[in-house]
C-alpha cells in the first residue's frame, strides 16, 4: 500500500484559475509534508513545506494540512503556463530514529493560456 | 549559495557492469540521500547519509549501496547492472536537523542500461 497518494490527474485548468492538488496518506506519526514541482525532463524543486495543521501560504500557493483527515493539499491562485508541470506530495515517514521522505506519485498540471 | 552538484549528468553502461555516481550536497549541508526515478515507480528511496554513516535504506537489492565521505560529499554504486536500473537517480540534500527535513534535489544522473 503506497503511503502517500495523490490525485493522479492530469488536470487542466484555464490560466487565472485556481489549480487544487490533493494527497492523502495512511501514516499517522507522518509531522512534516512537502510539495515539489517537476519540470518535464527537470529534478523536483521544493516549493512549499507544511508541519503543522492548518493553511501556510507563500505567494501564489498555499498548503493545507488537515492531521485528522491525513489530507494535505496545494492550491496554486492565478494559475500561469509556467506552472504547467508535475507536482509531488512527499511525507516524512519515521521509523524509530530512521527518516525518509515517500513520494506520491504526483499530479500533471496543464494550465491552459 | 550553490546547490546541489551530481556528476556524470548522462551514462550508458552494458548489462553487468557497475557504476558510481557521485553527489556534492549544499555547503554546510551534512544529510544526502538518494532516489531512483522511473516512470513506473515514480521516486524510489534508496539510503540516507548522514556524518558518514548510513542512517536509512530503501528497499533495494544488496547490489545498490553507497558512501559518504568526511565533507559530505555521497556516491552511489550500483554493480552488476540490469536492464531495469535504467532510471534517473536523484542526490538530495537536507541540513540534516531534526527540526527540518527540507531536502534539495540535484539535476540528476541519466543511466541508461544496454
Known amino acids: 500500500q503506497k503511503e502517500v497518494e495523490q490525485n493522479s490527474g492530469p488536470l487542466s485548468v484555464p490560466e487565472g484559475a485556481i489549480a487544487s492538488l490533493n494527497c492523502t496518506y495512511s501514516?499517522?506519526?507522518?509531522?512534516?509534508f512537502f510539495w515539489y514541482r517537476q519540470y518535464s525532463g527537470k529534478s523536483p524543486e521544493l516549493i512549499m513545506s507544511?508541519?503543522?495543521?492548518g493553511d501556510k501560504e507563500d505567494g501564489r500557493f498555499t498548503a493545507q494540512l488537515n492531521k485528522a483527515s491525513q489530507y494535505v493539499s496545494l492550491l496554486i491562485r492565478d494559475s500561469q503556463p509556467s506552472d504547467s508541470a508535475t507536482y509531488l506530495c512527499?511525507?516524512?515517514?519515521?521509523?524509530?530514529?530512521?527518516?525518509?521522505?515517500?513520494f506520491g506519485s504526483g499530479t500533471q498540471l496543464t494550465v491552459l493560456p | 549559495k550553490a546547490g546541489v552538484t551530481q556528476t556524470p549528468r548522462y551514462l550508458i553502461k552494458t548489462r553487468g557492469q557497475q557504476v558510481t555516481l557521485s553527489c556534492s550536497p549544499i555547503?554546510?549541508?551534512?544529510?544526502v540521500s538518494w532516489y531512483q526515478q522511473t516512470p513506473g515507480q515514480g521516486l524510489q528511496f534508496l539510503f540516507e547519509?548522514?556524518?558518514?554513516?548510513?542512517?536509512n535504506k530503501g528497499n533495494f537489492p544488496g547490489r545498490f549501496s553507497g558512501r559518504q565521505f568526511s565533507n559530505s560529499r555521497s556516491e552511489m554504486n550500483v554493480s552488476t547492472l540490469e536492464l531495469g536500473d535504467s532510471a534517473l537517480y536523484l542526490c538530495?540534500?537536507?541540513?540534516?536537523?531534526?527540526?527540518?527535513?527540507?531536502?534539495?534535489f540535484g539535476p540528476g544522473t541519466r543511466l541508461t542500461v544496454t
Open positions: 538530495a540534500s537536507s541540513p540534516g536537523l531534526l527540526s527540518s527535513y527540507e531536502q534539495y
Open positions: 501514516d499517522r506519526g507522518s509531522q512534516s
Open positions: 507544511i508541519y503543522s495543521n
Open positions: 512527499a511525507g516524512l515517514i519515521s521509523s524509530g530514529s530512521a527518516r525518509q521522505l515517500t
Open positions: 555547503s554546510g549541508h551534512r544529510s
Open positions: 547519509y548522514f556524518s558518514e554513516t548510513q542512517r
